[in-house]
């Protein structure tokens, strides 16, 4: 079933606002809405209120456990598992990335993002980024 609108959604997690501002003023566009959250509950809330083409969460926000991503990722994927997930973080290991594609992730990226290739990897997800 096609969509009726062309605009696509992202939904971007993360507890930095650094971040969360960057990455939404760099994909908000015409053709893009972007929705933030800096935590667990809100990014939950918008999930039951939006369709997303795309979530960007990070994997540590400033909860105990250190893993609020990876538990987001599990939520979305339990019940929107055709929603894009990139998953990001500055205290990845080989465990922690193979947990997150083992959850359903589509992408994995340690901190500092390469931006051009984050963009790419949207683009080829069918999501209209600027240059």
Same mark, same amino acid.
């Given at each position: 079933?096609?969509? &009726?609108?062309? $605009?696509?959604?992202?939904?971007?997690?993360?507890? *930095?606002? &650094?971040?969360?501002?960057?990455? +939404? %003023?760099?994909?908000?566009?015409?053709?893009? *809405? #972007?929705? &933030? !959250? +800096?935590? $667990? *509950?809100? !990014?939950?809330?918008?999930?039951?209120?939006?369709?997303?083409?795309? #979530?960007? #969460?990070?994997?540590?926000? +400033?909860? #105990?456990?250190?893993?609020?991503?990876?538990?987001?990722? +599990?939520?979305?994927?339990?019940?929107?598992?055709?929603? *894009?997930?990139?998953?990001? &973080?500055? %205290?990845?290991?080989?465990?922690?990335?193979?947990?997150?594609?083992?959850?359903?992730?589509?992408? %994995? %990226?340690?901190?500092?993002?390469?931006?051009?290739?984050?963009?790419?990897?949207?683009?080829?997800?069918?999501?209209?980024?600027?240059?």
């Amino acid at each position: 079933m096609q969509s &009726t609108s062309a $605009l696509k959604r992202i939904l971007i997690v993360d507890d *930095e606002p &650094t971040i969360l501002l960057t990455l +939404s %003023y760099a994909l908000q566009s015409s053709e893009v *809405e #972007v929705i &933030t !959250a +800096s935590r $667990l *509950e809100p !990014a939950e809330e918008a999930l039951k209120r939006y369709h997303f083409d795309l #979530v960007i #969460v990070d994997i540590r926000m +400033s909860g #105990v456990l250190g893993i609020e991503g990876l538990e987001l990722l +599990s939520y979305i994927k339990r019940h929107w598992p055709h929603i *894009e997930v990139i998953v990001m &973080t500055a %205290y990845g290991s080989d465990e922690i990335k193979k947990d997150a594609f083992e959850r359903g992730a589509s992408c %994995y %990226y340690s901190k500092p993002i390469d931006i051009d290739e984050l963009f790419a990897q949207i683009r080829r997800m069918g999501i209209p980024v600027k240059q």
